[in-house]
């Protein structure tokens, strides 16, 4: 039997809109004055792949997100760095409040969104080996943990990634199923191909993931940090002080 998805609904506080499932817990935010830009500093951190690219290649390649939440991701890989994107949003609710609150434009030659269990869809063929920056994002209208955690999921995510793809997943950091998550990650990934965030104070881990695993050096994700910060706003010089590599490093 299906289960009943949640009703979707949006608040108003000040100049930021959120967007609901039902609950007080927030799924995703707009400012209102600024709809295409990217509100939470969490969310932010799912652009670190971008320290990984030139940032000439960026337009072409692709970018996908399992989970829409207020589209703030989507209309940023799409609007700003102008990628191919395709999101996978299981409820229909939450893609018709995007288009109706939260200025997330139609499917158009850079855009699909895909109303599809993420689990089921990621499996396609067509999907296989063709996005570059895959940005994870599943909770439930509770918000407690991952709707999908399994290592098999992570490998199906891996499967997705072309050969320099990274994977950026949302994880609370403050638990006990943080370190059980990242161990399914590390098992579909390895060990060498995993970098995190601190925690945000709300409590957000961003992980990220490397397809192929790489170990630029400081001086070298500073000057990247600084283009991305210059071209896109986004406060990436900052997130050198709290992003480092995880598992064994060569020496």
Not at 52 to 68: I, S, T, Y
Not at 147 to 176: I, K, P, Q, W
């Amino acid at each position: 039997m299906k289960r009943a998805l949640p009703e979707v609904n949006f608040s108003d506080y000040g100049d930021v809109r959120y967007l609901h499932l039902g609950t007080e817990w927030v799924q995703g935010s707009m400012k209102l004055d600024a709809p295409f830009e990217i509100e939470l500093e969490y969310v932010q951190r799912m652009m670190a792949w971008l320290l990984f690219v030139d940032p000439a290649e960026v337009p072409k390649r692709h970018a996908m997100q399992l989970g829409l939440g207020a589209a703030s991701i989507t209309k940023f890989c799409r609007k700003a760095l102008r990628m191919r994107t395709t999101a996978i949003e299981l409820n229909p609710q939450v893609v018709a409040a995007c288009r109706g609150w939260f200025k997330l434009p139609a499917d158009d030659a850079r855009l699909r969104v895909v109303v599809a269990d993420a689990q089921t869809e990621i499996r396609k063929p067509e999907w296989q080996g063709t996005v570059d920056a895959l940005q994870v994002d599943l909770y439930d209208h509770e918000a407690a943990a991952p709707v999908l955690d399994s290592e098999d999921f992570y490998a199906d995510c891996r499967r997705l990634l072309t050969e320099d793809g990274c994977m950026t997943v949302n994880l609370f950091g403050r638990s006990s199923s943080y370190e059980r998550s990242l161990e399914k990650i590390a098992g579909a990934f390895g060990e060498k191909a995993l970098w995190a965030f601190r925690p945000t104070r709300e409590g957000n881990t961003i992980v990220l993931a490397q397809r192929s695993p790489s170990r630029p050096k400081r001086p070298a994700l500073a000057e990247r940090a600084q283009s991305i910060q210059t071209r896109w706003s986004l406060p990436a010089p900052k997130w050198l002080r709290v992003f480092k590599p995880l598992g064994p490093v060569d020496t």
